[in-house]
C-alpha cells in the first residue's frame, strides 16, 4: 500500500468556535485524533489538506506527523465541509494500532466488459463500496470484481467475489454488487395504434378547415 503522509501541529489552545474561526481565516483547519486513549486536538494545514484530500478514503492510511508530538497512523473519517465557502471546518481522524483489527468501507471497482454488454447488455453497479475487517497492514485501497464472464442477466454477489484471507467482508454475502440487465426494447406499433393516429390526424385536418 502506498504510505500517504500529512502533516499537523498540536493545538493546545485557544478553542472553542470563535478560535475555530480565526484558524480557518489563517488558512488552518481544526482536527481531532481519536481511537487510543485521550483524544488529541491538532491543526492542519488548509492548502495542503485541500491538494491531498482527494486521495483520502476511507480505508486509506495515512502518517499524520505532529510537529513536536510524534507520528500517527490515521483514517480520515469525516470532514466538515461548506460547499458554499469551499472550505473544509473540521477533521475526525481515526489512530489505527498495529496488530489490532480495524473496520472500515473499501471502494468496489469493476474489472471487465460483461459478455452481455457485448450482446446489448447494460451493466448495473449497485455496491460501491464494501465494509471489511481486517489489520491495517492487510488493509486494501481498493477491491475488484471481474464482471467479463457476467452475461446477460447474470448477478455478481458479494459471496462470489475472491478476496484475500486477511481480510473479512462484514458487508451480507447475498448481496448484489453489479448485474447485467436486458435493454428494454419499444413495443412495435400496432394496427390499431397506426389506426388511431391516423384517425387523430385526419379530426386534427377537419377542424383547421372549419
Known sequence: MENKNLSAKLRTSDFGSAGSRRLLRNGEIPGVIYGKGSNVHVIVNAREFNAKKSGFGESTLITLNVAGEGEHRVFV????????RNCIHHIDFFEVTAGHAVRT??????????QGCREGGVLDQVILELEIECLPKDLPEVIKADVSALQINDTLRVNMLSVPETIRILTPADETIASVKAVKEEAPATDTDAAAADATADTGTAEETK
Open 77 to 84: 473519517k469525516s470532514y466538515q465541509e461548506d460547499l458554499l
Open 105 to 114: 468501507h473499501v471502494r468496489v471497482e469493476l474489472e471487465g466488459t460483461p
